[in-house]
């Protein structure tokens, strides 16, 4: 009983914690670029599904079919938060990643539509594919990012906590049949318990990138800012 109250708590705490690079990206709005500003729009969403789901539940005893259509959703959003980017959209692999989301998207319609009942049923398709492909492109940021030297840090350690948990939510989803998710049993504990981890980490990797980001005037503007300094 304490320890199914502690993991209530834990997960409690791992939705609030999303707050804090919430309230850094509402905070330095301004003076964020693109990439920085589609990063909070990701964040929003992963801040207000919970709460849709809750109050789903509340006035319909029904939040099912809401996980069907935030899958895609999560997906579009990461696929433009890397497009942002500068040179990414330019590349042939991001081409083919760009199908690969269309087609994910397409895929989990023919689910809902023919495979599986969205009203009564749980997803057991849609998720290895999205992680998966957040994974491929989480990847593949971190890739060009490496091979083009980049000092944007705060960038880094973004593009780091969407890869760890699109990553750890995929080896828990993989090995969650292998668990007893029965309440007092050793397998729910990890099960939680985990889950809310990977949380509270992947929210600190975008609290630490945001915090340490830093916005740099145009070279245009810096110029003209130079040019009027007296001599």
Same mark, same amino acid.
């Given at each position: 009983?304490?320890?199914?109250?502690?993991?209530?708590?834990?997960?409690?705490?791992?939705?609030?914690?999303?707050?804090?690079?919430?309230?850094?990206?509402?905070?330095?709005?301004?003076?964020?670029?693109?990439? +920085?500003?589609?990063?909070?729009? *990701?964040?929003?969403?992963?801040?207000?599904?919970? %709460?849709?789901?809750? /109050? #789903?539940? !509340? $006035?319909?005893?029904?939040?099912?079919?809401?996980?069907?259509?935030?899958?895609?959703?999560?997906?579009?959003?990461?696929?433009?938060?890397?497009?942002?980017?500068?040179?990414?959209?330019?590349?042939?692999?991001?081409?083919?990643?760009?199908?690969?989301?269309?087609?994910?998207?397409?895929?989990?319609?023919?689910?809902?539509?023919?495979?599986?009942?969205?009203?009564?049923?749980?997803?057991?398709?849609?998720?290895?594919?999205?992680?998966?492909?957040?994974?491929?492109?989480?990847?593949?940021?971190?890739?060009?990012?490496? +091979?083009?030297?980049?000092?944007? *840090?705060?960038?880094?350690?973004?593009?780091?906590? %969407?890869?760890?948990? /699109? #990553?750890? !939510? $995929?080896?828990?989803?993989?090995?969650?049949?292998?668990?007893?998710?029965?309440?007092?049993?050793?397998?729910?504990?990890?099960?939680?318990?985990?889950?809310?981890?990977?949380?509270?980490?992947?929210?600190?990797?975008?609290?630490?990138?945001?915090?340490?980001?830093?916005?740099?005037?145009?070279?245009?503007?810096?110029?003209?800012?130079?040019?009027?300094?007296?001599?």
């Amino acid at each position: 009983m304490i320890s199914y109250l502690v993991l209530e708590w834990l997960q409690l705490f791992s939705q609030a914690y999303i707050l804090l690079p919430l309230l850094l990206v509402i905070s330095r709005w301004r003076s964020h670029d693109a990439f +920085r500003r589609r990063v909070g729009w *990701f964040i929003l969403f992963n801040a207000a599904f919970p %709460v849709l789901s809750w /109050a #789903l539940v !509340s $006035l319909f005893n029904k939040n099912i079919p809401l996980f069907y259509v935030a899958s895609p959703l999560l997906v579009v959003l990461i696929y433009r938060l890397f497009n942002a980017w500068p040179g990414t959209s330019a590349m042939a692999f991001w081409r083919v990643i760009r199908g690969l989301v269309v087609a994910y998207c397409l895929f989990v319609v023919v689910d809902m539509i023919w495979l599986e009942n969205p009203m009564t049923t749980f997803s057991r398709h849609i998720y290895p594919p999205e992680k998966l492909l957040i994974v491929l492109m989480s990847f593949y940021f971190l890739y060009r990012f490496s +091979r083009a030297a980049h000092t944007d *840090f705060s960038s880094l350690w973004i593009g780091i906590g %969407v890869g760890t948990n /699109a #990553l750890l !939510s $995929l080896m828990i989803l993989l090995y969650s049949p292998y668990l007893s998710l029965q309440p007092n049993t050793v397998g729910f504990y990890m099960w939680y318990g985990l889950a809310s981890f990977v949380s509270i980490l992947t929210y600190s990797f975008y609290a630490y990138g945001l915090w340490v980001y830093r916005s740099y005037l145009p070279q245009p503007k810096l110029n003209r800012l130079l040019a009027n300094q007296p001599r």
